[in-house]
């Protein structure tokens, strides 16, 4: 039992290097120090090269295809976004961009443009859509944020508060099509509230992009505890590649994780077994 760290001796390096550990992470509680312990990689860990794991992958894709990294809309209508353009993107430099970057939590009255909303979801729309319906043996795309293994899992839904041309409501992301597919949910302020840990701040935004993470994607390709890490990474750089954006159109934007999941999966309509709600950038105009 001690040989295999199931017990500590006590008085042993060991228990000192335990009460070490209790005492840094007592705050954060058992999870989150199961969580980073368990998927920490040691010095005997084993990788393989990345000419190894295409031609694994290329084999498994045989036997078992990869999912999508683009949720499939099926027979559901989308509604078509107006395609964006370049023009106050490139009007101002990435300089300046990530100079001007602020999380606001202040939103105008006025409503979020449809065209800067389409603008905005460029960021979940893959870069190269000739991939599509043919996409790659081992299932990959490309977008303007970097992904673990480009496996994309981030899916993006838009609460639409107070955006022109849209009903009120919850919307599914489609990035193939670069649409919108309505779904059920739909709230009012207060419940809207409630959803983003009583932050009243939100009850005056335009929109709300909220992201989910399919973890099938990941685990396909790399089905190790560690790769958790990877779907918070995926996340970070998403919403910052809209922080830029949205800085770019003029709009006020921040990123909150202070959800309550529950609220947020009976909204989405997402299971927590397979997609896990893990943020959302909150948007709208200036005051």
């Not at 999508?68 to 430099?93: H, K, Q």
Request: proline letters at 7%.
């Amino acid at each position: 039992m001690i040989r295999y760290d199931v017990l500590v001796v006590k008085g042993s390096s060991r228990q000192q290097r335990e009460e070490e550990i209790l005492r840094d992470w007592g705050p954060w509680g058992t999870s989150a120090r199961a969580f980073h312990f368990g998927t920490r990689s040691l010095r005997e860990t084993e990788f393989t090269t990345s000419d190894m794991t295409a031609k694994t992958l290329l084999e498994k894709a045989k036997a078992s295809p990869p999912p999508s990294p683009v949720r499939p809309t099926g027979e559901f209508d989308s509604i078509a976004l107006p395609e964006p353009s370049p023009e106050p993107l490139n009007a101002i430099g990435l300089g300046d961009a990530l100079n001007k970057r602020r999380s606001v939590r202040e939103f105008g009255d006025e409503p979020l443009r449809l065209l800067d909303l389409s603008t905005l979801l460029t960021a979940a729309r893959p870069t190269r859509p000739e991939t599509h319906p043919d996409i790659p043996a081992t299932g990959n795309v490309f977008k303007t944020s970097p992904s673990g293994g480009a496996r994309h899992p981030t899916e993006a839904y838009v609460y639409a508060r107070n955006v022109e041309g849209l009903d009120r409501g919850i919307y599914r992301y489609d990035g193939f099509r670069h649409g919108l597919t309505p779904l059920d949910g739909k709230i009012d302020d207060d419940e809207l509230v409630a959803l983003a840990g009583d932050q009243d701040w939100t009850r005056n935004a335009g929109a709300l992009l909220i992201y989910t993470s399919v973890i099938e994607r990941n685990q396909w390709k790399y089905p190790v505890s560690r790769t958790y890490r990877v779907l918070l990474m995926d996340v970070g750089h998403l919403s910052q590649t809209v922080y830029l954006l949205a800085t770019a159109l003029g709009l006020n934007v921040t990123f909150t994780a202070a959800l309550r999941d529950e609220l947020v999966e009976d909204l989405l309509g997402c299971d927590p077994a397979n997609e896990l709600v893990l943020g959302m950038s909150v948007l709208g105009t200036h005051l």
